[in-house]
């Protein structure tokens, strides 16, 4: 094993999406089998189902829920969306706290029909409308940055710089950051902007997955770790030197990986997440 690589599974957490083939009742039964500790649950995998059943066979199989994703996709032109949007966000806020997980992960959203500035200025404002409604879930606001590709409408929040300074505004417990190394590894200001996260207490959660070159699809082409050119290893080091002591979340989007045989895809998301993380 490489120096400085992890050596067991108990801060290994896979996100559902991960594994798409797989419903929910398959990804937390496999998920345990296999020495897995956490699960981020992705909320089209909870559709037609009982949310709080559901966490229940979560925690069954010896999984802690870390995360429900996604909420967010604040801004738009149409005043109509953006009530929508803080509508829905207010569900995803209710199905966390009946899932019996403590966090909600944002993918803040944008609209290429406004500015930049604008669609920040509605993500900042939906975000203040909620925190009363998190408050009373007791359910932390994650703010994910995206990487630029995804500004024109998934994210007008790109570095972790403007997340953090995001977080820092509300000054909460409930309103902090998510570190996706997929998003930030890019960013010269990466080691900074995590040390200044972690400093803050604002430092949630924590994604990792590689960006392999080159990229055949801007959304559905991720890698395991140490298949591409993202320092996994190096930003992880950085994380915990900020105090993170949480899960490391796998996050793959990818055509190539949901094709194939899920239990050996598992097997080589264990792998590479001990030589590579």
């Given at each position: 094993?490489?120096?400085?690589g992890?050596t ?23 998920y ?22 559901t966490?229940?066979l ?16 604040f ?9 929508k949007?803080i ?22 959203g ?11 200025s ?104 140490g ?27 990818s ?14 998301i ?8």
């Amino acid at each position: 094993m490489n120096k400085g690589g992890l050596t067991d599974f108990s801060r290994l957490c896979i996100h559902t999406i991960t594994t798409k083939p797989w419903n929910i009742e398959e990804a937390a039964e496999n998920y345990s089998k296999a020495g897995v500790k956490g699960i981020s649950v992705w909320r089209e995998i909870l559709e037609g189902r009982d949310v709080i059943k559901t966490g229940e066979l979560l925690r069954g199989n010896s999984l802690e829920v870390v995360s429900l994703v996604r909420g967010g996709f604040f801004p738009s032109i149409s005043s109509g969306k953006r009530t929508k949007a803080i509508e829905d966000n207010r569900n995803a806020i209710e199905e966390a706290a009946f899932l019996g997980c403590p966090m909600l992960v944002l993918v803040c959203g944008a609209d290429p029909a406004q500015s930049l500035e604008i669609s920040i200025s509605q993500i900042k404002e939906g975000i203040g409308v909620l925190l009363p409604y998190a408050d009373e879930y007791n359910i932390k606001l994650a703010i994910e940055p995206l990487h630029p590709m995804y500004a024109d409408t998934r994210s007008a929040i790109s570095t972790l710089s403007q997340a953090n300074d995001l977080a820092e505004y509300f000054n909460s417990p409930l309103v902090g950051v998510v570190v996706d190394v997929y998003h930030l590894w890019w960013d010269p200001d990466i080691e900074r902007q995590i040390a200044r996260c972690g400093a803050n207490g604002n430092l949630f959660a924590f994604h990792i997955c590689d960006w392999l070159s080159p990229t055949k699809d801007m959304l559905n082409d991720r890698g395991l770790m140490g298949e591409g050119c993202i320092p996994v290893r190096k930003i992880r080091e950085w994380v915990e030197k900020a105090g993170f002591t949480g899960f490391h979340e796998v996050e793959i989007f990818s055509i190539k990986h949901w094709s194939e045989d899920q239990y050996q895809f598992l097997e080589n998301i264990k792998n590479t997440y001990l030589e590579n993380s």
